[in-house]
C-alpha cells in the first residue's frame, strides 16, 4: 500500500534561495515547512551559484536544474553542487525526526553518527552543513566510510551510488537501529528506510515504513507527511 502526499505548490524547484524562501514562507501544508528548513541550512552553506540562479529574472530563472540523481560512485558526485548541498541539509533534518531505540547511544552525551559511503564530496558538505549542530542536545559526527566499513556503529548511514546491486549488499551488511539513505532506483526494495529520488528537478524521498520498523527506528509523522511516498506491506 503507498500513501501519496500532496503538494500545493511547487516550492522545492532549485532556484536561487533568495526566492525560494519567501515562497515557502507562505505556502501552506508540511512539504513547505520541511522545505524551508532544509533550504534555510542549506543557505548557510552555500558560498556560490551559478549566475542564472543568482538572477531570477533572467530566462534561465529555475535553474540550475539538479541531475537524475544517479548518486555519487567511487567517492565522486555525478550530482550538481546544489543537489548535494539539498541532500545533505535533508540528512541533517531526517535526524531531528527519528527516534532510535534504548541501547543506540552509549550515554547522554554520545554524538550523533553519520556515515557516508560512496559520496566523499557529499560527506564534505555535510560535515560543514552539520559543524555546531547539535540534534537532541547531542553534537553530529560525520564520517567519511569504505565500502568495507559499513558495519561500524552509526545512526545514520547514507549509501550513495546508482548501482541497486551494490546498494543493495552494502545495506544487507548494514548494522541494525540504523537509518539507511540511498538515492539508487529502487532504493526501498534494496532495503533502505529513505531513498532519495529527483522528480521534475526537485529532490524529493520516499519512505519505508517495514524497513525503519526492522531498524527499530521510528520516524514522526511530520516526516510522512512531507514524503514523496510512503510504503507499508509488500508491493
Same mark, same amino acid.
Given at each position: 500500500?503507498?500513501?501519496? *502526499?500532496?503538494? =500545493?505548490?511547487? /516550492?522545492?524547484?532549485?532556484r536561487?534561495?533568495? $526566492?525560494t !524562501?519567501?515562497?515557502?514562507?507562505? @505556502?501552506?501544508g508540511g512539504?513547505?515547512?520541511l522545505?524551508?528548513?532544509v533550504?534555510c ?38 550530482g ?19 527516534e ?9 552525551? *554520545?554524538?550523533? =553518527?553519520?556515515? /557516508? ?6 560527506? $564534505?558538505? !555535510?560535515?560543514?552543513?552539520?559543524? @555546531? ?26 549509501v ?30 534494496q532495503?533502505?528506510?529513505i ?15 517495514d ?7 521510528k ?7 512531507v ?7 509488500v508491493?
Amino acid at each position: 500500500m503507498f500513501y501519496d *502526499s500532496k503538494m =500545493t505548490k511547487n /516550492v522545492t524547484r532549485l532556484r536561487a534561495f533568495p $526566492a525560494t !524562501l519567501p515562497a515557502l514562507r507562505q @505556502g501552506a501544508g508540511g512539504w513547505g515547512w520541511l522545505c524551508c528548513a532544509v533550504l534555510c541550512a542549506v543557505q548557510a552553506t552555500v558560498i556560490a551559484l551559478p549566475a542564472a540562479a543568482q538572477n531570477p529574472g533572467s530566462g534561465n530563472a529555475a535553474s540550475p536544474a539538479v541531475g537524475p540523481g544517479n548518486g555519487q560512485g567511487n567517492g565522486q558526485s555525478s550530482g550538481s553542487a546544489l543537489e548535494r548541498h539539498v541532500k545533505a541539509a535533508f540528512l541533517y533534518k531526517f535526524l531531528g525526526y527519528a527516534e532510535f531505540p534504548p541501547g543506540a547511544f552509549f550515554d547522554g552525551g *554520545s554524538p550523533v =553518527t553519520i556515515g /557516508v559511503i560512496g559520496a566523499d564530496e557529499l560527506a $564534505a558538505e !555535510l560535515a560543514r552543513a552539520v559543524a @555546531g549542530r547539535t540534534i537532541h542536545n547531542r553534537p553530529v559526527v560525520v564520517r567519511v566510510l569504505r565500502d568495507t566499513d559499513v558495519q561500524v556503529p552509526l545512526h545514520l548511514l547514507f549509501v550513495g551510488g546508482a548501482d541497486p546491486v551494490r546498494v543493495g549488499r552494502l545495506v544487507r551488511q548494514a548494522g541494525a537501529a540504523m537509518l539507511v539513505v540511498t538515492e539508487c532506483e529502487d532504493g526501498l526494495r534494496q532495503g533502505s528506510v529513505i531513498n532519495f529520488r529527483i522528480i521534475d528537478e526537485r529532490v524529493r524521498f520516499d519512505v519505508s515504513l517495514d524497513a525503519a520498523e526492522r531498524n527499530g527506528i521510528k520516524l514522526s509523522s511530520r516526516l510522512l507527511t512531507v514524503a514523496n511516498r510512503v510504503q507499508k506491506g509488500v508491493q
